[in-house]
């Protein structure tokens, strides 16, 4: 199967600041996915985005798929973006691949 | 947007009885769905793919007369957990796509499993 690397695996951020997080896999995939797991379980939907770049609010993504790679960033973070943070691909094999998420504590 | 629903959300059952955990697409029609578990502070593990009309699709090591899949309708797949013992207590979650692509997963708000 495809093996998906998130880093940093934990990260703490005042609130304000911005980061980037990034995600790593091994094979050429169909698709990408960002989600934000919240308190409570559900996943939501950030991006799909399985090449190039885009734009949410405070929230863009970026993936090269070329390079096998793809990037999550948060600017003026807030706290309600704490939580974790799921990188995953669609690969050839009809199999979604997550990997195993940065935890991410934004404080006041 | 599309709307996946699970039900129940959380359950609580006594070892050695079975538990059905529902999982629909609300808007629109899935002919794969995924059914993942998750345990504390850990990453979504798939367990099985579920095909509309077929048999599911099991991952290695995931017991499939313990887990039971059923997708009798294009916006409907459930997942049977039985004769539950407390290690079986977990998150379950289930995702779809539309049928016909593209690939983007839409996930169910999960299901928190409890067995004593």
């Known amino acids: 199967g495809i093996q998906v690397e998130q880093s940093p695996p934990d990260l703490i951020l005042q609130e304000g600041a911005n980061s980037t997080l990034r995600c790593n896999f091994s094979d050429s995939v169909n698709n990408l996915q960002w989600f934000h797991q919240n308190p409570w379980g559900q996943l939501i939907n950030l991006f799909y985005i399985p090449s190039g770049t885009k734009q949410n609010g405070r929230l863009s993504a970026t993936t090269v798929a070329t390079e096998r790679y793809s990037l999550l960033y948060i600017s003026s973070s807030q706290t309600t973006d704490s939580g974790v943070y799921f990188c995953a691909v669609w690969s050839n094999f009809n199999k979604f691949y997550f990997g195993s998420g940065t935890k991410l504590n934004v404080k006041p | 947007g599309a709307v996946v629903s699970q039900h129940p959300s959380r359950v609580i059952c006594k070892s050695g009885t079975s538990v059905k955990i529902e999982c629909r697409s609300l808007?629109?029609?899935?002919?794969?769905m995924f059914w993942y578990r998750q345990f504390p502070k850990q990453s979504l593990m798939l367990m099985a793919t579920?095909?509309?009309?077929?048999?599911?699709?099991?991952e290695q090591g995931v017991e499939k007369d313990k887990f039971l899949i059923n997708h009798a309708s294009l916006t409907l797949s459930t997942l049977t957990v039985t004769s539950a013992h407390p290690e079986d207590s977990s998150f379950y979650i289930c995702?779809?796509?539309?049928?016909?692509?593209?690939?983007?997963?839409?996930f169910g708000p999960g299901t928190r499993l409890t067995v004593t």
């Open positions: 579920s095909n509309e009309g077929s048999k599911a699709t099991y």
């Open positions: 995702s779809a796509y539309l049928a016909g692509g593209p690939y983007e997963q839409y």
């Open positions: 808007d629109f029609q899935a002919t794969t």
